[in-house]
């Protein structure tokens, strides 16, 4: 299995290259170089005429791997280096494009997707709760959701079904993906959110990003984001590349877990209990100890502490429904 690079002959082409892959139904492309080695290479398809039947070969490239995925062909050189690399069937302003690409030349993905506006699971109005100490918090205006507002118990996104957490979601920016890992807060994370009957952490960044780290390791970034998931293989880690494609994940993967919910009794066994918000009891102010102070013969300071002789005094003064005298 080889790959074909011959001369042009036609003189006037800018691509003085043409391109012969062994794969039935892809046409001959012309290229303006014989690798991508510092750039992605520009190919125009051309028909099988083109291909002469003496053609002036340039290079042979036996390949190990030529095989289209969808879009793409990947392609494996059998040598040891310049050995992999990607033509691209793409579209650019409006027409049709190929590119021949390799991982060196390879740019950063940067998507220009736009959350779809349709409801999830077929869920009209989605109610999410939102954990009220969660900073610069998803709005899912995009998004068919009501929000609710208040402590989750682990977590910053869940729905619930009868009043119990089925489904919670945990945001993180890279950096605290990567700080939160390597201090061991996110395994006692991971294991709170496994207790309950869906959950995941969503990262708002490519996978690449947490091998580029300059305060972590490309080794340490890999070995413990790939402990977590084996540790916790309950709660997967979902990298969604952009904040706007981690919110849209988000509002997904919690209508499909609650109406999953709905066709599964056994699994409300695992849902939790957002714990009822407890009343504390607020003490009397330093002002109203100092007046009764006052009133009852006590010397006390307008500020600073108050003496704990005077504090015990005046608990002991008050009747025992808690009404100050």
Not at 187 to 214: K, N
Not at 225 to 243: G, K
Request: proline share 6%; glycine share 4%; aromatic share 8%.
């Amino acid at each position: 299995m080889e790959l074909l690079i011959a001369k042009n002959p036609d003189p006037d082409s800018s691509l003085p290259y043409l391109l012969r892959l062994p794969l039935a139904g892809v046409p001959i492309l012309r290229a303006r170089d014989v690798w991508p080695r510092t750039n992605a290479i520009y190919c125009h398809p051309v028909a099988d005429s083109d291909w002469h039947e003496n053609p002036d070969i340039v290079e042979r490239i036996d390949l190990r791997v030529c095989e289209r995925r969808g879009a793409a062909i990947d392609i494996v050189a059998s040598r040891s280096r310049e050995n992999r690399s990607q033509i691209v069937f793409t579209k650019a302003r409006g027409r049709d494009m190929v590119f021949w690409q390799s991982p060196r030349t390879r740019k950063q993905s940067r998507p220009k997707a736009t959350p779809s506006r349709s409801k999830a699971s077929g869920i009209a109005e989605l109610e999410i709760v939102v954990d009220s100490h969660e900073r610069y918090a998803y709005r899912f205006a995009q998004q068919r959701v009501r929000i609710e507002k208040r402590t989750l118990p682990c977590g910053d996104y869940a729905v619930m079904a009868d009043g119990k957490i089925i489904a919670s979601v945990e945001r993180k920016s890279m950096n605290d993906l990567l700080s939160s890992m390597t201090s061991g807060r996110l395994r006692y994370a991971m294991a709170d959110l496994a207790s309950l009957p869906r959950a995941a952490v969503v990262v708002e960044d490519q996978y690449s990003a947490a091998l580029s780290s300059t305060f972590v390791s490309a080794k340490d970034a890999a070995e413990g984001l790939a402990e977590l998931p084996v540790r916790y293989p309950s709660v997967p880690i979902v990298f969604a590349q952009t904040r706007k494609l981690a919110e849209e994940w988000t509002f997904r993967y919690l209508a499909a877990a609650l109406t999953w919910i709905a066709g599964d009794a056994d699994a409300m066994s695992a849902a939790r209990t957002i714990p009822a918000k407890q009343s504390v009891k607020s003490g009397p102010s330093n002002t109203e100890i100092r007046q009764w102070a006052r009133k009852n013969g006590y010397e006390v300071a307008d500020r600073g502490a108050i003496s704990r002789e005077v504090r015990e005094s005046y608990a002991q003064a008050q009747p025992s429904d808690g009404t100050p005298v």
